[in-house]
């Protein structure tokens, strides 16, 4: 790792999901990130539903701008973006899912004002942020992302493999991770940690692997510790399957309550369909605890996961054979031999000290990458509003901010968006990168 002179780099990033694993990585990536003499700003958007005390509360950091649209308008979004831009001078912005940083960005270029690099950091493996990343192209530097298919992906989308770079998440380790006893006594003990939604994280396949257990004749327990928009319809199929004595629901934890369950527990169950980490799994296993999880997409390329070395193994979706996998925890031997294979893999690839490094040299390589040249004119984004249609989006802008006028959202997506595409085509998009993952692996093997 190559210690360069320092460089100005601010990250660009939502207030509005303190819980989640983009914010525990943006955690440790700063200050690790200034040690090696980066001068790193954090840029929270700011609004109704994004808090940045509470975020700030959770994850402090002294260098922080908050980036407020009074207006609520797109608008107003990208004058903010721009004003922020231009107050800090950053030689990268590294972009957290705050779409509008693209144009920001091309706005400033086609002005001839000064503009830093452009990162997209990719965390997500979904069509609409791929489509965002094929359309504004020509503004994107490069993409850095903690996930090799997403990686893979994303050269494809930007047209250029060597502007997509990998750099993974990473995990403090335990000193005693491979000393902590999990011997159940009585019920297989089971957690979930993460977001409680069925789209992605598959959370209701969880009542049918318990009931599979249940035919086994394996007690099992089942805490789970998170929140989201599915909870109560995972509640309500818990109580219909007569599982609901076997479930408990501990709501959102600090870290140090999150620590303490991982050590409570005999195994994290993962049902997802695809991630880029998670790294949940990654901490778990730092703290001693043996993962279960699914093949989800985004493993295969990776090449992390071995079934019976580091983790249990089943394919997404098939219950019966994540029961079987679930039991093998049961055998004599297989908690130490999986502890120690994940302890090992978290030394070599995802402790918090590979992965810091690794962001710094991607980093660096983007501060030696080729200038882009001058961005292509966009066509005027669509109107936030009758004033916008009335009077265009700049003047539009201005009147709402003289009249003290402000559009009104009604979730965090729409106050900051993430993508300016639907979320639609996921299924043929997973499809067809569930089919790179896979022969992407068989070619390497």
Not at 118 to 130: F, M, P
Not at 376 to 383: F, T, W
Request: with cysteine; net charge neutral; hydrophobic share 40%.
């Amino acid at each position: 790792m190559l210690i360069r002179g320092s460089a100005r780099l601010l990250f660009l990033a939502p207030a509005a999901y303190p819980f989640g694993g983009v914010a525990d990585w943006l955690d440790y990536l700063l200050p690790g990130l200034s040690a090696l003499r980066w001068e790193c700003t954090l840029g929270l958007v700011d609004g109704r539903y994004h808090d940045v005390d509470a975020y700030l509360s959770r994850h402090p950091w002294e260098q922080v701008v908050r980036i407020k649209n009074p207006t609520g308008s797109r608008e107003g979004r990208i004058q903010a973006l721009m004003a922020t831009i231009a107050r800090t001078r950053p030689d990268i912005l590294a972009v957290v899912n705050i779409v509008d940083a693209y144009a920001a960005v091309r706005r400033l270029r086609l002005s001839g004002k000064p503009s830093p690099r452009l990162v997209a950091t990719l965390h997500g493996l979904q069509s609409d942020l791929l489509s965002d990343l094929r359309d504004e192209a020509d503004v994107i530097e490069a993409v850095v992302s903690p996930n090799r298919l997403a990686v893979k992906l994303a050269g494809q989308a930007i047209g250029a493999d060597a502007r997509a770079l990998y750099a993974p998440c990473g995990v403090s380790l335990s000193d005693d991770a491979d000393s902590i006893e999990h011997q159940s006594r009585g019920a297989l003990r089971l957690l979930y940690s993460g977001r409680l939604e069925q789209e992605q994280k598959r959370i209701l396949d969880l009542p049918e692997i318990l009931e599979a257990l249940r035919g086994h004749g394996i007690e099992t327990h089942l805490a789970l510790a998170g929140g989201g928009p599915d909870e109560a319809t995972l509640r309500s199929k818990f109580e219909s399957m007569g599982l609901l004595n076997q479930v408990s629901f501990l709501g959102v934890l600090n870290p140090h309550d999150l620590a303490q369950e991982y050590r409570r527990h005999d195994a994290l169950v993962i049902t997802s369909v695809w991630e880029t980490g998670p790294i949940v799994a990654w901490e778990a296993m730092s703290h001693g605890l043996p993962v279960l999880t699914s093949r989800y997409v985004g493993s295969g390329l990776e090449a992390a996961l071995v079934d019976g070395v580091n983790s249990l193994l089943f394919p997404v979706g098939d219950i019966q054979a994540a029961a079987r996998a679930a039991m093998k925890l049961t055998q004599p031997g297989i908690h130490a031999r999986l502890v120690q294979g994940a302890l090992d893999l978290l030394q070599q690839r995802y402790s918090r000290a590979v992965s810091v490094a690794q962001w710094h040299d991607a980093f660096n390589q983007i501060r030696d990458l080729p200038l882009l040249p001058s961005p292509s004119l966009r066509p005027p984004h669509s109107p936030s509003g009758r004033l916008d249609r009335w009077l265009g989006a700049a003047m539009g802008q201005h009147a709402r901010r003289v009249l003290g006028l402000s559009y009104q959202h009604h979730e965090p997506g729409g106050e900051w968006p993430h993508t300016t595409h639907a979320h639609e085509g996921q299924i043929d998009f997973l499809l067809r990168a569930a089919a790179l993952d896979k022969s992407g692996l068989q070619a390497a093997s």
